[in-house]
């Protein structure tokens, strides 16, 4: 008895893969390396921004600059602590 076997031509097979949906794009998380306060904690984990991450962001546009992408942890937090543009940044939101 003979077994039967499907080949699909490779033009069959372009057409498929020419009509698939691209797979959608999963948002990163960001990590919150600024000071702690009321409902923002240093090191937090954040999907999307909260309340209190888009007021900061709003009235210190800068403070952007201290929500980073998880593989930039470790170097963002090298950066502050050293002095400079960033180091800056995270004492003038303490100092508030």
Do not use: C, W
């Not at 009321?38 to 921004?49: E, S, V």
């Not at 888009?54 to 992408?69: A, G, W």
């Amino acid at each position: 008895m003979a077994t039967k076997t499907n080949f699909k031509s490779s033009e069959t097979k372009e057409q498929e893969t020419s009509t698939k949906k691209a797979p959608a794009t999963k948002k990163q998380a960001i990590v919150y390396l600024g000071p702690s306060m009321p409902g923002l904690m240093h090191g937090t984990i954040l999907k999307t921004l909260n309340p209190e991450a888009k007021k900061l962001q709003e009235n210190k546009p800068e403070s952007k600059q201290l929500f980073v992408t998880p593989g930039r942890v470790a170097a963002t937090r090298r950066e502050l602590q050293n002095k400079g543009a960033l180091r800056d940044i995270f004492e003038a939101i303490r100092g508030e």
